[in-house]
């Protein structure tokens, strides 16, 4: 049986791969959302039972409570550690995934029920069908047929599918550093799937990640929400001071205006500026596909800097004011504006925090408001870089070119996922970001979708991916 | 049968009022929410059947179609006539009030559930409880004793009750218009229970109004929402420029920023600026009632004037944007600010527009992003000041004092009700507001309620009132 049996054998069963994943995306494990906790244990549960069924040995290991800044709490979900093979013989690789979501609606703006599977021209469109379930289960998928068909997997793989991604991964780091010399410490190399391609054709492989840091910046004046007519004139108003706040942290551009947030931010290296002459990119495409009317630059290399080296600072929404549509005269009492900066090698979170706070400190002092004031850091994340001239890309190169006939770019990604630094400090070895999905899967935002294609593609790279391991 | 047995029928008929308000609270008829459209109708059936139990002639005129800056369009509720008495040798009261509610939800901070009716040491919590469906009750409560003793009521009543006060009061001038020279031809004076007393214990007559201008700043810049780490740094978001626009239309003080705007605001005369000293009002309660650390004056009559006959601009909230609990990073396709201006005479709604959006327009040129901007002005409302020496004024006057012992005091209101203006112009009779709540009641915010007290004496101050209107 070979890499060509095992690409038939995929094809054979699109159906009922297309069915698994069709399971998943119906549990919606919106983590940010406590009232949907439950969904993300429900999740969890079912991910085990799929595992279980590929004799892949899996327990649930604890996290611990999440606390919210009201001071209340509940359960986080537990992660699954999953072991297939254990043959002192054979290296070892990690496999990395979450089970967790984005929050959906249908009235944000989706054309179809984002917790239903939906497949039109060749996508499948749900909530989590790239970011990061269709991932997760195309891993089953291809170990799936490589027993099916006898064929031996050359490496002992071991799986950590978590349930918090999407809410900062909480907990998951204390949980990997209580098992680094236990179930992590024969690591040989860490695989995460859970970005995306640079374009909608050519596969890439990933080197590096922004981390983030996220806050939220709370204004209270009153007790409760006023009624704007019979109290509009005589309080200070939070709203007026958060946004006052608010359109102050970048210019129209985008530059972000916090003193010292740039100093720390890696210089550009002519090696590094080579790198990005290849890669597959057409800032005009992009544009269209986004459909804005003007881009930060029109030079394709800056604007994947942009995305990719350059810190970036995005205000999310706003929590306590009227967010409805129609007309709501309210004075809100107390509002919370949220923001986030993705930040870059070698900015350090504990830094950007005391830059953050500052900067906010003294804008509030400028104001001159007597509403209160506070700002929330959450937990930041550190940008990622590894070395893609290791071995271990080298393999997966040679795999993504069996499945698509080319070589993969290399690149970096503008998002956060904060683990990947955790796997390679944890583990001392290569980690490495092999997507599946493609530019346009819109993670995070309306109409999530996974190509088909690139679903089934993902488990025969999957399966190549292995084999080629089996060689190094 | 005389005023003081109506009083006791009153007290002896304490819990079927409580009970019929508590039916009215039950039904969530928010008008800003077109999924709970239903609701107002079923509303609007609901006081119809209460009237007609009282013999009150009704009939429900049609208000054509809501349609929304989508293009959407859903029925306005009906607008139900009401006629008790047709004698040519009395006079005609004309009662308005409103059957619709601000929206409502346990989770914006209520103690409890906003669509029950819940009583507590002499409050009744509830959305709708004193504002409007309250006074609406009490009306015909009122009505109901006065019959049911047979005490003669001395004028012909007619009332004009609406489901759209909360969203502008959507149709109700043309409805109103339409019937200028027949169902609203005879009217001698017009009554609205849609208000507040200033304090908590002294009652008060309302001869002044401020209007409303409300806006919608809408900016929007891609397609659909990003993952901000993915897209973070390439697109000039929508959000901060909102935020930027929203942060500058009031200096820290709610002093309005928009050039112009303060020139028609009407001069404080000797005469009105001698009316403020005898107003019963603490403007240290006032404060830590609201639980401000500081409010816009510490001079209780420049604090009245501010909320009165002075315009304030309120920023409301912003739709489109993350809102929730929690950490969502996403960057905002489209978003909407809302804001409103308090208007007061002799601003007018049209001049307001013009000065509002070339302001708006003047700070968008300013800041020089790519992205689209529109400014949607909604229906604007103008201000509103009646003669408060009016015999009409006198005789609510004596009423009160039979309720309350004590000379009411005359006010002038904060907040918006368009639709007297409309009544004073239609009817070109006085018209007069006699609020029965008190000002802590917490209209349009969390845990609105009246007091049971308030409620019982209003139902009384009614029968006083059309008592007394019979010796005019």
């Known amino acids: 049986m070979s890499y060509e049996d095992a690409v038939r054998e995929v094809d054979k069963r699109q159906t009922k791969f297309i069915e698994r994943l069709r399971e998943a995306v119906e549990i919606p494990s919106v983590s940010a959302e406590a009232a949907r906790r439950n969904e993300v244990f429900r999740m969890v549960d079912w991910t085990q039972k799929q595992m279980e069924a590929l004799n892949i040995k899996c327990h649930q290991v604890e996290n611990g409570m999440q606390t919210f800044p009201d001071g209340s709490a509940i359960k986080l979900p537990p992660v699954i550690f999953g072991q297939l093979g254990e043959n002192k013989q054979k290296k070892t690789l990690l496999v990395y995934g979450h089970l967790d979501v984005q929050p959906a609606d249908l009235s944000d703006g989706w054309n179809t029920e984002p917790f239903q599977l939906v497949e039109k021209d060749g996508k499948m469109f749900g909530r989590g069908s790239t970011d990061d379930k269709g ?25 950590v599918f978590e349930g918090m991604e999407e809410s900062g991964s909480e907990g998951l780091e204390q949980v990997l550093q209580a098992h680094k010399s236990t179930f992590l410490a024969d690591i040989d190399w860490t695989c995460i799937s859970d970005n995306y391609w640079v374009g909608k054709k050519k596969p890439c492989i990933t080197y590096g990640l922004r981390g983030i840091c996220y806050y939220g910046v709370e ?16 309080v200070h108003e939070p709203m007026i001071d958060l946004c006052w706040i608010l359109g ?12 010292g947030l740039n100093d720390s931010v890696a210089p550009l290296s002519d090696e590094e500026k080579e790198l990005y002459k290849t890669i597959d990119f057409n800032a005009n495409a992009y544009k269209n596909e986004l459909g804005a009317e003007k881009l930060t630059s029109e030079c394709p290399q800056q604007l994947l800097m942009n995305r990719w080296r350059y810190p970036a600072l995005s205000v999310h929404g706003i929590e306590g004011a009227f967010y409805g549509p129609g007309a709501k005269t309210v004075i809100p009492a107390k509002v919370i504006g949220k923001f986030s900066i993705r930040i870059v090698p070698n900015m350090e979170p504990s830094e950007v925090h005391t830059l953050v706070t500052n900067h906010l400190n003294k804008l509030w002092s400028q104001r001159g408001s007597p509403n209160k004031f506070k700002v929330n850091a959450h937990q930041g994340a550190k940008a990622w870089v590894a070395d893609f001239k290791h071995p271990h890309y080298q393999a997966a190169t040679r795999a993504l070119k069996k499945v698509h006939g080319i070589d993969p770019d290399f690149t970096r990604e503008g998002g956060s996922i904060p683990i990947t630094l955790t796997f390679q400090d944890i583990t001392e070895k290569n980690v490495m970001l092999l997507p599946i999905g493609a530019c346009d899967d819109m993670a995070h935002s309306q109409n999530e979708k996974l190509d088909v294609s690139n679903y089934m593609n993902g488990i025969k790279a999957f399966v190549a991916y292995l084999l080629e391991l089996g060689q190094l």
């Open 248 to 259: 102050q942290l970048t210019d129209v551009n985008g530059k972000i205006l916090i003193e």
């Open 135 to 159: 991932p997760v289960i195309a891993w089953l998928n291809a170990i799936e047929v490589m027993q099916s068909l006898g064929i031996e997997i050359p490496v002992n793989i071991k799986f």
């Open 219 to 234: 204004i209270s004046g009153t007790k409760q929400d006023l009624h704007s007519g019979s109290f509009g004139g005589t």
